[in-house]
């Protein structure tokens, strides 16, 4: 069977970039290790447009082939420090996984995700602090929170954040309307991805998103990460 290389849903803090409805939730143990759970669902018309741009869309795979190859999200994500504990495509277009890691840290301390300042994770007199910063400063970096992401999708969606001279959100919704179409264009507009963070203790400070109880929650839209017309930012702290 042909896939689509895989969107890895299971990256540290983002599910797929074409994903409409994604969800990530990150525990943390006292210790420092935890869990990763992600489901992620790429609607049908925004599917039938996104495989007809990838490599599933060649000559000769099916119409129904799998937009998410497990095994790939396997491989990269244990490179990157996260044992598989499930990995299933319940549909063609979604995605459900649960990962493990062993440091949270270390699982951040990637040199090249480190470098590109995207996510930092780092601890001082005992407090424990996770920030994430997306802007067109670092977006040529953000294929590397979707590791085996296929660059033909990329390249289709032509998003702004990582052109020199890029065009404004309304320009670049009339270019995704021509592209996809008008159903597609509306999936994607509404598309958001939900993050939430359980930390181990009571939070003690946070931004760009909202707390209950242990639970720090960031909604970033999907629209918003393609254009970066200003930084997308969060940050959440424990003892």
Same mark, same amino acid.
């Given at each position: 069977?042909?896939?689509?290389? $895989?969107?890895? /849903?299971?990256?540290?803090?983002? &599910? =797929?970039?074409?994903?409409?409805? !994604?969800?990530?939730? %990150? +525990? ?33 795979? $099916?119409?129904? /082939?799998?937009?998410?190859?497990? &095994? =790939?999200?396997?491989?990269?994500? !244990?490179?990157?420090? %996260? +044992? ?54 670092? +977006? ?100």
């Amino acid at each position: 069977m042909r896939y689509l290389p $895989a969107l890895p /849903a299971a990256a540290i803090l983002l &599910a =797929a970039l074409s994903s409409c409805a !994604a969800g990530l939730s %990150l +525990a943390v143990n006292p210790d420092g290790s935890g869990t990763l759970a992600v489901d992620a669902r790429i609607p049908d018309a925004a599917a039938a447009r996104l495989r007809s741009y990838a490599a599933a869309g060649t000559p000769g795979s $099916a119409p129904t /082939a799998p937009l998410f190859d497990t &095994a =790939a999200v396997r491989r990269e994500t !244990a490179r990157r420090g %996260l +044992a598989a504990v499930s990995v299933e495509t319940p549909t063609p277009n979604r995605f459900r996984g649960s990962f493990s890691f062993r440091s949270l840290a270390e699982l951040a301390a990637d040199p090249e995700l480190a470098e590109s300042g995207i996510l930092r994770v780092g601890s001082k007199d005992g407090v424990t602090a996770l920030s994430f910063r997306l802007s067109r400063d670092n +977006a040529r970096s953000l294929p590397l929170l979707f590791p085996g992401l296929d660059p033909y999708v990329l390249e289709a969606l032509s998003p702004p954040a990582l052109d020199p001279y890029p065009v404004s959100a309304s320009e670049y919704r009339e270019m995704l309307q021509a592209l996809l179409g008008t159903a597609a264009l509306g999936e994607l507009d509404s598309a958001e991805i939900r993050i939430q963070v359980r930390a181990p203790d009571p939070v003690l400070r946070h931004a760009g998103g909202a707390v209950s109880d242990r639970t720090f929650t960031a909604v970033l839209h999907l629209m918003d990460i393609l254009v970066l017309e200003k930084p997308m930012e969060f940050s959440v702290s424990w003892r």
